[in-house]
């Protein structure tokens, strides 16, 4: 009985030793993964703070676009392609240009660019400019007709200051 008893105190000592090396490798294991997700953590806001601190560095005209010169062009009054002929658009449009140095250069071509406009915009029909996009394909057509004369600069954007359709 003695011996029965002797034989269970090491079996449960040698179980002692295997239980407190895997609790160990159970924790280390825990300890690691903690370890790489502050450590990734730390990098991750570092380079987040580091770009973001670069951003505002810029100069403020850099991160707002910039507005350039305009240019208005006098009010265009036509009759739109419709079957009985009824309905007219007035629309006063300026121009942003890409240089002030294309204003000299606008004056100058005034009559082809309001003949050029002019024709663009009587060949348009009230379901054209009505329909979903209809105003801002006009505008990009608008500009590339006046950028195909333009030397000295571009228009960047055409605006509508006033667009009636009666």
Known sequence: MAREE????????QEAPA????SL?????????????????TVGGVLYFTKSSEVKKQPAEQQR??????????????????????RYLKAVVQLEL?????VPELE???PKLRDNVLDLLSAKAYKDLMEMGG??????????????FLTKG???????TEFVIQ
């Open 6 to 13: 002797k034989d269970e105190q090491q079996d449960g000592e």
């Open 135 to 148: 105003k801002e394909r006009l505008r990009e057509e608008i500009a590339m007709r006046l950028n195909s």
């Open 98 to 102: 890409s240089d002030a140095a294309a």
């Open 25 to 41: 490798l159970k924790w280390i294991m825990i300890g690691l993964v903690l370890l790489v997700i502050v450590v990734a953590g």
């Open 65 to 86: 676009p910039l507005v350039g010169s305009t240019w208005a062009m006098e009010p265009f009054i036509v009759n739109l392609m419709d079957n009985n002929g009824d």
């Open 19 to 22: 239980k407190k090396k895997g």
């Open 108 to 110: 100058q071509l005034k």
């Open 154 to 160: 571009k228009v960047v954007k055409v605006y509508f």
